[in-house]
Structures are given as structure tokens and as C-alpha cells.
T-cell receptor, first 113, second 113 residues
Framework: DAGITQSPRHKVTETGTPVTLRCHQT?????MYWYRQDPGHGLRLIHY???????DKGEVSDGYSVSRSKTEDFLLTLESATSSQTSVYFC????????????FGPGTRLTVL | QKEVEQNSGPLSVPEGAIASLNCTYS??????FFWYRQYSGKSPELIMS????GDKEDGRFTAQLNKASQYVSLLIRDSQPSDSATYLC?????????????FGQGTILTVHP
């Protein structure tokens, strides 16, 4: 499982509430990524990080922010959740020396009512 | 916008047959290509990576890459019911060094006994 955990694994929330998803890795890798997966859209990159406090936007970053204050943790925040953000969220790590190769966490299923 | 295209399927093959999965991509400078397998309700699992033109074999799996045609494929020999899953093609962003990947929508494979 590449030493990646995500929390929570399932969450139901209401429109307009803030939500934070956590990705934790035990292998000290530099690169971390947040994706969302929706039927008909495959995996789409939300944000990524290439080091502590170094982050950048991906393809679908609107409505999301991220933070990385420690190597092992990458947080994804929905500032004000909307129903369109109902999705399955996956975190991935890129192993140093072969950063294009990504390994995924177990995912978080988020439902926004 | 970089695109990765896959037939969504479903692709249905009998047990023991060869399953052929195809993927085309738009970014001519991409250098790294990946196939992931995703079982229903699970996270994507890396099964093959390929970087050079030609074939790469790993057990029952063979990845084929043709950069001139911007085409990558995955062959699964002696298909088993346990191979039934969604197969995701991923291509790196050749213009950056952050390991970003673009994924296709995935092909659903069903292997029937």
C-alpha cells in the first residue's frame, strides 16, 4: 500500500461547510498529489506538492486549497463544500528518483448534501 | 489541454483469451507511460510502466509504446476472471519535472468464464 493513509475514509457533509481531508505517508517522499475521481472523468489532478510548503494547482483546483507543513502530511481543504465536490478523493505519492511513478492511497468518499 | 483517450468499454473477453486495451495521447513530449488497474471500490494499482518504443513484458502483461503514433497499449494474455477491472492509462506531463500525470477515463474489462 506504499505507506499511504487517508482520513477520513468516508464523510458526509452539508453544502457550505468546510472540509479537510488528510493524506499521510510514512516513506518521506517529496512529491504528493490530490486527485478526484468521478464517473466519466477518470482521475483529475486537483493540487500537487513538491516539498514542504511547495504546492501548485492542477487541472481542477477551483474551490480547493492545500497545505503541506510536514513532509508526511498533505491536506486538502474544501473551503465551502458544494454538491459538485461530491466525489472520491485519492492521494498519491511520487517516489524519489522516479517521480512520474505514482502510488495511491485508499481514497476518501465524500458526499456533499 | 493535454488529453489521454481510452475506449470506455466495456470490453468483454472469454477466460484464456487475450485482452487488448488501447490508449492515445496528445502531448508529444510525454516520456513516461503507465497502466493502472482499479477494482471496483478500490484505489488504482500500478501494473506496468513503459518509457521506450517497443514492447515491455511482465508476466501475462505486455505494454506496447509507439511515440510516433502517440499510442500505448496493454495486452493481457490468458485472461482470468480476476483481471476484470477498470484499466487506466496515464501519461506524464513532459513539459515539467513534477511528475504530473494525465489519466484516461479508463476501460472496463470483463473476463467471463
Amino acid at each position: 500500500d506504499a505507506g499511504i493513509t487517508q482520513s477520513p475514509r468516508h464523510k458526509v457533509t452539508e453544502t457550505g461547510t468546510p472540509v479537510t481531508l488528510r493524506c499521510h505517508q510514512t516513506e518521506n517522499h517529496r512529491y504528493m498529489y490530490w486527485y478526484r475521481q468521478d464517473p466519466g472523468h477518470g482521475l483529475r489532478l486537483i493540487h500537487y506538492s513538491y516539498g514542504v510548503k511547495d504546492t501548485d494547482k492542477g487541472e481542477v483546483s477551483d474551490g480547493y486549497s492545500v497545505s503541506r507543513s510536514k513532509t508526511e502530511d498533505f491536506l486538502l481543504t474544501l473551503e465551502s463544500a458544494t454538491s459538485s465536490q461530491t466525489s472520491v478523493y485519492f492521494c498519491a505519492i511520487g517516489r524519489d528518483g522516479s517521480t512520474d511513478t505514482q502510488y495511491f492511497g485508499p481514497g476518501t468518499r465524500l458526499t456533499v448534501l | 489541454q493535454k488529453e489521454v483517450e481510452q475506449n470506455s468499454g466495456p470490453l468483454s473477453v472469454p477466460e484464456g483469451a487475450i485482452a487488448s486495451l488501447n490508449c492515445t495521447y496528445s502531448d508529444r513530449v510525454s516520456q513516461s507511460f503507465f497502466w493502472y488497474r482499479q477494482y471496483s471500490g478500490k484505489s488504482p494499482e500500478l501494473i506496468m510502466s513503459i518509457y521506450s518504443n517497443g514492447d515491455k513484458e511482465d508476466g501475462r502483461f505486455t505494454a506496447q509504446l509507439n511515440k510516433a503514433s502517440q499510442y500505448v497499449s496493454l495486452l493481457i494474455r490468458d485472461s482470468q476472471p480476476s483481471d476484470s477491472a477498470t484499466y487506466l492509462c496515464a501519461v506524464n506531463d513532459g513539459g515539467t519535472s513534477y511528475g504530473k500525470l494525465t489519466f484516461g477515463q479508463g476501460t472496463i474489462l470483463t473476463v467471463h468464464p
